[in-house]
């Protein structure tokens, strides 16, 4: 099946500074993408969706300024934690649908962020 | 609104015991239905899935089956493996987002 990278698969940051998670569709093009926050015990929360060459799209209550999306390309979706906080300290999990296929999404497998 | 309702775990079986794990859902529309496998330390993986009422998605000795007059959508294994230990996860599409469940974590003992 398709694979769909994501980079790191962990990360511990100082509160303050910001961090970038990459997520790469390795065998398809990928127009739109998804990031999801899973905190423990509890299920998938969508925090935005991304198109190629546009701006996000952010669920309710999913700070913007804070969580930067940017899919610069149909291979690669970037989300930036900015100024983070120990409270951002999640599992974050991006996806991404086949332009062609269109009928599934192929997940990442996820980075866990602690922020200290 | 769209949900899904997933049954809680974790579920500990013994090698080749039956698997059931409960999932119902609440969605406007007409959804895909989808179940998830995260093994430890890996990303999400599709295990199966539904696109229609009756439609029944099979994969690995898993099946479910999409039951649209009791919206469910149970995942059931006649006999697991120690290697089916995993994390799943029942979802639901429609359009362009999906909805997943809490989760249900499976341990399969020797």
């Known amino acids: 099946g398709a694979v769909v990278s994501q980079h790191p698969s962990w990360v511990i940051c100082k509160s303050g500074t910001s961090v970038k998670i990459e997520c790469r569709s390795l065998?398809?093009?990928?127009?739109?993408m998804f990031w999801y926050r899973q905190f423990p015990k509890q299920s998938l929360m969508l925090m935005a969706t991304s198109n190629e060459g546009s701006k996000a799209t952010y669920e309710q209550g999913v700070e913007k300024d804070k969580f930067l999306i940017n899919h610069a390309s149909l291979t690669l979706s970037t989300l930036t934690v900015t100024s983070a906080h120990p409270e951002d300290s999640s599992f974050y999990i991006c996806?991404?649908?086949?332009?062609?296929?269109?009928?599934?999404?192929?997940f990442g497998q996820g980075t866990r962020l602690t922020v200290v | 609104g769209n949900s899904v309702t997933q049954m809680e775990g974790p579920v500990t079986l013994s090698e080749e015991a039956f698997l059931t794990i409960n999932c119902t859902y609440t969605a406007t529309g007409y959804p895909s239905l989808f179940w998830y496998v995260q093994y430890p330390g890996e990303g999400l993986q599709l295990l199966l899935k539904?696109?229609?009422?009756?439609d029944k998605g099979s994969n690995k000795g898993f099946e479910a089956t999409y039951r649209k007059e009791t919206t469910s959508f149970h995942l059931e294994k006649g006999s697991v493996q120690v290697s089916d230990s995993a994390v799943y996860f029942c979802?639901?599409?429609?359009?362009?987002?999906?909805?997943f469940g809490t989760g249900t974590s499976l341990t399969v003992i020797p």
């Open positions: 996806s991404a649908r086949d332009s062609v296929i269109d009928t599934e999404a192929f």
């Open positions: 979802a639901l599409r429609t359009g362009n987002q999906f909805y």
């Open positions: 065998d398809f093009q990928a127009t739109t």
């Open positions: 539904a696109t229609k009422a009756d």
